[in-house]
């Protein structure tokens, strides 16, 4: 059984000059895994139309889910729907339903749905509205694409909405063991032990703390046995280790 | 005058599944932009050999600098080097120079150095090396891919190291404005101004802090005048601001 696979698209200038640290991704990591998708593939991009285009026509092909995050807001740099339109050959316009959270929304705070605010309305043909409980502004569904905020709050809060509605596989089961010795020192003993076990992914992550040179070794699979079967192992070839 | 353009990925499935959350992609943004080097993408992909090979062929196709993180270390699941070696089209084994560099930091700390440290030393022909300060294990250039280690350390120790030898071009000038105003409000004359001066990258960043929904409102170019003048311009729009 193999899990569906996801990709993500960072949409931002701010991410690639360094202005703005990401945190979208890895929000979205931590919960894809839990959900039992999995995420095969991440890209930053810069606010640019043509460019938005092609990777969401890329990504949409190659993976069962397109995650994005940024650009849908008032401002002239918002730009992510209609990229994403023409990337999957849809209409996009302002939409009734869009515009009627919107205009909701600025009625009660007493606010002008002004021009600039009802760019947030512009849905493409054929898309199913995504909730943002937070600021209304609605992210949508067109195809295998998923278009959020990039406002990590909003992000987060879409993504919530939206992620029980995807059919998830098995969630990946993993557990680690800390060992206080190098990669260098280990590397051979590991490296048989994922040889003879394929179906856990078996990863080895060197970390220093308190002068100790040590390694954090991560087992990963959907299959909760073997995941057991070798930490056992583990515990055998690295006796000191907790 | 146009800036070296330069693209990143980030390797290693700990990233993918939201247990380590990626830091080194923000550090190369940040100094990139410094250096006058445009970081025009980022992509983040697991540790598959095919996958390796293609994105780097990709992205070295695509631009002028090509800047790796992750999988050189000693054990079984550090395959950068292999695959970088095969998408240029070069040959890859254990190299002298790399060995005697390995040889002389484990003879000095007492330790062995063992088939698995070894592996550290397999170099793609006609790479240059690059030095590695803190645990002497080296990245390497091969054409315009630059490959650095995963640990955030050593990473931003070897892109010290390496980016003084890389021509840059005009560093970016930016600077901001903070409005206390919502994005919707201020988007329309923001609009206008981006339009009047296209040779400025005008940014709109919303935030929330005590209350106040405000947009941080940035202004790049390589061209300090043009921000200068965008900068006046912003104020002049909102007085109010700070």
């Known amino acids: 059984m193999t899990n569906p696979t996801a990709a993500m ?81 849809a209409a996009c316009g302002i939409r009734d339903d869009a515009r009627a959270i919107l205009q909701a929304h600025y009625d009660k705070s007493g606010q002008e749905l002004n021009e600039a605010r009802l760019r947030m309305a512009r849905i493409p043909d054929g898309a199913a509205l995504i909730d943002n409980p937070i ?61 003879a076990n394929p179906d856990v992914s078996l990863g080895s992550y060197p970390f220093t703390q308190n002068g100790i040179h040590g390694s954090n070794v991560v087992a990963r699979s959907q299959d909760g046995a073997a995941v057991d079967r070798v930490m056992t192992a583990l515990g055998a070839l690295f006796p000191e280790a907790r």
Request: proline fraction near 4%.
């Open 135 to 195: 600021s209304a502004a609605p992210g949508f569904t067109l195809g295998n694409v998923h278009v959020m905020a990039g406002v990590p709050t909003i992000f987060e809060a879409m993504l919530k909405g939206l992620l029980p509605t995807l059919t998830g596989g098995a969630p990946m089961v993993s557990a680690s063991l800390r060992v206080e010795r190098g990669e260098g020192d280990i590397a051979g003993p590991l490296g048989d032990l994922a040889e």
């Open 9 to 89: 698209l960072v949409i931002g200038d701010e991410i690639l000059s360094g202005r703005t640290r990401d945190s979208n991704m890895h929000h979205l990591a931590t919960v894809l895994t839990q959900h039992g998708v999995t995420l095969a593939e991440a890209r930053m991009i810069s606010d640019d139309h043509a460019s938005i285009v092609r990777h969401v026509a890329e990504l949409s092909e190659a993976f069962d889910h397109v995650f994005t995050s940024g650009g849908i807001g008032p401002t002239h740099d918002d730009i992510t729907a209609e990229a994403v339109a023409q990337a999957m050959g």
